[in-house]
């Protein structure tokens, strides 16, 4: 079974200062990556995603992730956090089974907390 | 352009009682999913429906089920409810079910006493 750990309960950046949330999946094959945001109240906005090709990709509001085959990993990254950014990350991974794709498995989150 | 739209938002039920969550897709999606996401958790996958039928399911009991309609807006039902049962459920559209972006909407926020 597919799963998607986030190390990460909590994180604290400075405002201005950069950012690298990690994800890291099992899957035995190749899967597809998601990096969604929650904002308190709210459904989820999807970040950016990964199917294939170029694994640097580059998603809404200055966020990118690098996808690592290698590492099983796909980690977002910001080069600058403003105080709009403090919110719960998702990262989830996708599958593909019977004709077509499976649910999403989510990881628990990440809290950011930005300080002034 | 409305995107997914679900009702009700807010929502408290007492244990053993039966609870509809009522969800209308965006606008093009012929797909809906849901997601149980308890306090401080991601979410988890409950079930997805296809041209009116459940296509695929999570690990969820019996319990709770659903239905799609003509128009592609769908309905998820949970029976007997547990206290374990309190959650944001999360209704996701998509077009297709190839791996396609989902499009989530705000949530139906259930509470069980």
């Known amino acids: 079974a597919q799963s998607v750990t986030q190390p990460d309960i909590h994180i604290t950046v400075s405002e201005g200062a950069s950012l690298e949330l990690r994800c890291n999946y099992s899957?035995?094959?190749?899967?597809?990556l998601f990096w969604y945001v929650q904002s308190p109240g709210q459904g989820l906005q999807l970040l950016l995603k990964y199917f294939s090709g170029d694994t640097l990709v580059q998603g809404i509001k200055g966020f990118e992730a690098e996808f690592k085959r290698s590492q099983s990993s796909f980690n977002l990254r910001k080069p600058s956090v403003h105080w709009s950014d403090a919110a719960e990350y998702f990262c989830?991974?996708?599958?593909?089974?019977?004709?077509?794709?499976?649910?999403?498995?989510f990881g628990k989150g990440t809290h950011l907390i930005i300080q002034p | 352009d409305a995107g997914v739209t679900q009702s009700p938002t807010h929502l408290i039920k007492t244990r053993g009682q039966q609870v509809t969550l009522r969800c209308s897709p965006k606008s093009g999606h012929d797909t809906v999913s849901w997601y149980q996401q308890a306090l401080g958790q991601g979410p988890q996958f409950i079930f997805q429906?296809?041209?009116?039928?459940?296509?695929q399911r999570g690990n969820f009991p019996d319990r709770f089920s659903g239905h799609q309609f003509p128009n592609y807006s769908s309905e998820l039902n949970v029976n007997a409810l547990l206290l374990g049962d309190s959650a944001l459920y999360l209704c996701?559209?998509?077009?297709?079910?190839?791996?396609?972006?989902?499009?989530f909407g705000a949530g139906s926020r259930l509470t069980v006493l």
């Open positions: 429906y296809y041209e009116e039928e459940e296509r």
């Open positions: 996701a559209s998509s077009q297709g079910v190839g791996a396609n972006v989902l499009t």
């Open positions: 899957y035995g094959a190749t899967p597809y």
């Open positions: 989830a991974v996708g599958s593909y089974s019977g004709g077509g794709a499976d649910g999403l498995t």
